[in-house]
């Protein structure tokens, strides 16, 4: 494929991405309402299947074609842009935001034991089936102590009857094989792209790939925080991070006996540290100001710097 026609089909890829994953959010969080299940358990798996759908699909694709630097740098890339950007913009949007302390320490503590976990298998650039199989386990870990500590189900909604729970069925379905298939092309063009203008598969997903897959992310913490949802907008973030680096890498990479990486990803892990320790401090007093969003995006100003030079 012609690199630049590439470029094109990567870009479409991540509009196609924006609309399909709205969808499957829409009808993933029905069945939620459906079913009663609690707002955080919902928000932790469906809500973060649908927004994290594209960082899936992608480190899926990558893992079946023999590329992991395109879905591992993607996930990693994504998670540098969450936690920066997505906060930063937040609190833009919003004029500063006013964080839930309980759950905001919660999700970013477990992100941190989350991403410590990645970074030590990461270490010697090769990622076995049973430490994939382990942060799986630790998601499942999460989502347990995110229904003890917050059991309240989201409102039901009434009169769903059969044809609408087989409407809503459909609609998941179209949007899981939608983002399957643009992940799958979006994969073999970014390999395109990057073999045509002689560059790197990691930083191209680290970066780009990166920023286009969480588009759906930051669409929704900007709308959550003008709503005056700041904690939503930001715990978003973090626990979207956490789906990404424990499931989004954990299952494609558990299909495999291992599998070796190389490039950038061990510094991005190592600056994804950085960073969510650095959203920590400026936020220790429950608030997120225009002046501190800033600096997030400055942070990541940084990152992408580092990556380029």
Not at 99 to 109: C, I, K, N, S, T
Not at 165 to 180: D, E, K, Y
Not at 218 to 235: D, E, I, P, Q, Y
Not at 266 to 295: H, M, N, Q
Request: hydrophobic share 55%.
């Amino acid at each position: 494929m012609d690199p630049w026609l590439a470029l094109a089909v990567m870009v479409g890829c991540f509009i196609g991405f924006h609309f399909l994953s709205e969808l499957l959010v829409d009808a993933t969080v029905a069945v939620a309402r459906k079913y009663g299940l609690s707002e955080s358990v919902a928000g932790a798996t469906l809500a973060a299947i649908g927004t994290s759908a594209p960082e899936f699909g992608s480190s899926l694709s990558s893992i079946m074609l023999e590329h992991p630097n395109v879905g591992v740098g993607t996930v990693l890339g994504s998670a540098v842009y969450n936690i920066t950007v997505i906060p930063g913009l937040a609190a833009l949007a919003a004029g500063g935001l006013t964080l839930e302390r309980a759950v905001y320490l919660r999700d970013v503590l477990f992100y941190l034991l989350a991403l410590v976990a990645v970074l030590v298998c990461l270490w010697d650039r090769v990622i076995l089936r049973v430490e994939a199989l382990a942060w799986v386990i630790l998601y499942g870990l999460y989502v347990l102590l995110m229904k003890r500590t917050d059991g309240n189900a989201l409102e039901a909604e009434g009169g769903t009857d059969e044809i609408q729970l087989r409407n809503l069925v459909v609609r998941i379905s179209v949007a899981v094989v939608g983002i399957a298939v643009l992940s799958d092309l979006m994969v073999r063009a970014t390999v395109d792209f990057c073999w045509g203008f002689g560059l790197s598969e990691s930083k191209v997903s680290l970066l780009l790939n990166a920023a286009g897959t969480s588009v759906p992310d930051t669409l929704a913490s900007v709308h959550a925080a003008r709503r005056g949802f700041g904690s939503l907008a930001v715990s978003n973030a973090v626990g979207s991070n956490t789906f990404d680096l424990l499931v989004c890498l954990g299952v494609p990479l558990s299909l495999v006996p291992q599998i070796s990486v190389h490039g950038e990803l061990g510094p991005t892990a190592l600056a994804l540290v950085g960073c969510v320790v650095f959203l920590y401090l400026i936020t220790a007093d429950g608030k997120l100001r225009s002046v501190e969003a800033l600096a997030l995006l400055g942070a990541y100003a940084a990152f992408v710097a580092y990556l380029l030079v």
